[in-house]
T-cell receptor, first 108, second 116 residues
Framework: QKEVEQDPGPLSVPEGAIVSLNCTYSNSAFQYFMWYRQYSRKGPELLMYTYSSGNKEDGRFTAQVDKSSKYISLFIRDSQPSDSATYLC????????FGAGTTVTVRA | GAVVSQHPSRVICKSGTSVKIECRSLDFQATTMFWYRQFPKKSLMLMATSNEGSKATYEQGVEKDKFLINHASLTLSTLTVTSAHPEDSSFYICSSSGTPYNNEQFFGPGTRLTVL
């Protein structure tokens, strides 16, 4: 079993829809939870960072962490074509463990 | 967020040659730098972790004599792929962590290496 499980998709939504992404993990020692966005042939860009259970909001992005269920989510409201990218969840105690990444396409 | 640069962005080399990739932390002191490898449509695979002034710690299965890592200053780490072969062709990405971003990693734009 992988430490971090993420459905690779692909996920296609119409512009303006809510994008819902999630990951599960098996290592209860993980303390920090992140979501990265990666455009093709580019390095990952940090979107959200949190270390506690609950919700964290930043503009159109909301990150949720449920440590009891070992489940994290990222929601993108009012999605735009520019949100089309691969989204990677990551979590760490001392080093990062990544999910496989979900490829998202927002259709204009 | 912090800014990390990598150079070169793309490199093509002949089999048997060595290639050096630079990773620079532009606006903060990177006490720890990480080197990743990414295959097409795959997630990032951690190769090694380096702390400034110390020897790098390599992940299992990564040859330290083939992938030489130097982290001589708080703003610069280098990865040298020695005696490169076609199977070393990949996307190499560095990330940096340090004050005040001690629990976060900021990634460089990546380097596409093609070995002919």
């Amino acid at each position: 079993q992988k430490e971090v499980e993420q459905d690779p998709g692909p996920l296609s939504v119409p512009e303006g829809a809510i994008v819902s992404l999630n990951c599960t993990y098996s290592n209860s020692a993980f303390q920090y939870f992140m979501w990265y966005r990666q455009y093709s042939r580019k390095g990952p860009e940090l979107l959200m960072y949190t270390y506690s259970s609950g919700n964290k909001e930043d503009g159109r992005f909301t990150a949720q962490v449920d440590k009891s269920s070992k489940y994290i989510s990222l929601f993108i409201r009012d999605s735009q074509p520019s949100d089309s990218a691969t989204y990677l969840c990551a979590m760490s105690r001392s080093k990062l463990s990544f999910g496989a990444g979900t490829t998202v396409t927002v259709r204009a | 967020g912090a800014v990390v640069s990598q150079h070169p962005s793309r490199v093509i080399c002949k089999s048997g040659t060595s290639v050096k990739i630079e990773c620079r932390s532009l606006d903060f002191q990177a006490t720890t730098m990480f080197w990743y490898r990414q295959f097409p449509k795959k997630s990032l695979m951690l190769m090694a972790t380096s702390n400034e002034g110390s020897k790098a710690t390599y992940e299992q299965g990564v040859e330290k004599d083939k992938f030489l890592i130097n982290h001589a200053s708080l703003t610069l780490s280098t990865l040298t792929v020695t005696s490169a072969h076609p199977e070393d062709s990949s996307f190499y990405i560095c990330s940096s962590s340090g004050t005040p971003y001690n629990n976060e990693q900021f990634f460089g734009p990546g380097t596409r290496l093609t070995v002919l």
